[in-house]
């Protein structure tokens, strides 16, 4: 069976672009520090690594929203990424037939 991360993810990577993807969660690792995780079947946080990280900080993550609802149908996102959010929302109502929810993150 295919998760919904798997179903969403391209999605996101078209809408925002490489490297993005809709299941990272920030939370402890299994080294008990702060740090970001995939959820390989949830839809928490959408952000990127960047390419200059030094491990277990947080501003080596870009965050550009996150989901609401684990079908992928609502999601926060912040006001500069609006047009990538309306990309993600048209290609996933083609796809799933399901309207999109957005709501800025202030």
């Known amino acids: ?6 179903k969403v993810n391209p999605i996101i990577k078209e809408s925002f672009g490489n490297g993005f993807r809709g299941n990272y969660s920030r939370g402890i690792t299994s080294a ?27 501003e080596a993550f870009e965050i550009v929203g996150r989901f609401k609802r684990q079908d992928g149908s609502e999601l926060e996102i912040f006001p500069q990424f609006i047009d990538s959010a309306l990309k993600y929302a048209s ?8 309207r999109v929810k957005l709501r800025y993150i202030n």
Request: negative net charge.
């Open 91 to 98: 290609q996933y109502e083609l796809l799933f037939k399901k």
């Open 32 to 58: 008990d520090t702060p740090g970001f995780f995939f959820k390989d079947e949830e839809l928490d946080l959408i952000a990127k690594q960047r390419w200059f990280s030094i491990p277990f900080l947080f």
């Open 1 to 6: 069976m295919v998760d919904i991360a798997e």
